[in-house]
């Protein structure tokens, strides 16, 4: 792969807002970034109602796992073959139809839940299809950042931006949620993340993309999924960074579906008490997201990881053990911090370290680590809290957290080793252009 362009970093004396915003100076991030803001509000509010509407008719950890298992399952058996075709589709394309897909799916909930013949099968087969949906939008949604942002040194800062989009909502979405779902119920939150994607829609279209030539597009769709795998399974650090998010998406973050019944059971309290507590996880997020965006370089960002994934599993530990309102949102603080920095972080050193004509795959995996191992984590947990309870469920996952952040510790010399040679040729670190031509050989997996 060339090396990506980059320009010379901003100089110490550049005011710090502006440069935490830098990624916002292109016209097509600074589009998507405005639309994504509100139709990511509206989706927040929807997992929120979502989840609190199957424990309400339910009354079952389990069918809340289960739900969460179908929203997620087609994610895992599709992502691999949803990045090969992104790697050859017009990625703006595939946005918007997805995009509009979600909307209807949203509306079609809420025409459900509004007339009250919504059952807990319906939530399941509408989240089965948002799944599939994803399963081709998250993929190319990542891949697509490098075509909105032309200037390269900025790619970073806009992960960052996105992931700070992402939790503003998560602040945000679930706070109105509560609040709506205890007035008037959960249909009307679908039917504003229905509207909500319309702001999405509208700035997609309104993009001026250049087109990307794609060369490969009559090759053989088995034959490229059998070179993305090898490629990600073969190079240590692209293997390492998605094994981590994986165990963290598989024991960690299925917390979210235990989050009714700590809010129900242990805390005493409604829909608002979950409210509380998702927006308390969206706050941390929403810090570790700023924290990065202030982030000057994505060196440092392999330690970064392995400590974030530290902090995200001591904060389930200790969240699982309490039962005061005070102290559970205070802990879920960190654990939205923890959660937030470890996956930013690993996006970032990915998004800058693949070889563009395999980006697509690359992030299909991604996303099928990150979301697409939650749906058995989902399954997992919703299955162990039914047998010993949330609070006890919720202690394994955070121990299993830990473990692995102390293992991903241990991979962090190699990790340095091998994605040195590629920073120096992508001009982060200055060095003797002897090193650069050291990257190619580096990054590319042995042939078999």
Known sequence: MAALQTDAPPKPTDKTLTFMLRALRHRNYRLFFGGQSVSLIGTWMTRIATSWLVYRLSHSALLLGFVSFAGQIPTFLLAPFAGVWVDRWDRHRVLVVTQILAMVQSFWLAALALSHR???WDVLYLSAFQGLINAFDMPARQAFVVQMVEDRADLSN???????MVNMARLIGPSIAGVIIAAVGEGYCFLIDGISYLAVIGSLLLMRIAAIQVSRATKNTLRELHEGWHYVSRFAPIRSILLLLALISLMGM?????????AGRILHGGAHTLGFLMGASGVGALTAAFRLAARRSVLGLGRLTAISAGIFGAGLIAFSRSGM???????????GLGMMQQMASSNTILQTIVDEDKRGRVMSYYAMAFTGMAPFGSLLAGTVANRIGA?????ISGICCLLGAFWFGTQLKTIRQLVRPIYVGLGI????????????A?????QE
């Open 118 to 120: 919504i059952t807990v």
């Open 158 to 164: 806009a992960i960052a931006l996105n992931s700070s």
């Open 254 to 262: 299925p917390y979210a579906v235990l989050m009714p019944i700590f």
């Open 325 to 335: 309102m005070w102290l559970s949102m205070l802990l879920m603080f960190f654990v």
């Open 391 to 395: 609070p006890d469920t919720l202690l």
């Open 429 to 440: 670190i200055p060095e003797m252009a002897v090193g650069i031509q050291e990257a190619s």
């Open 442 to 446: 580096l990054r590319t997996p042995p």
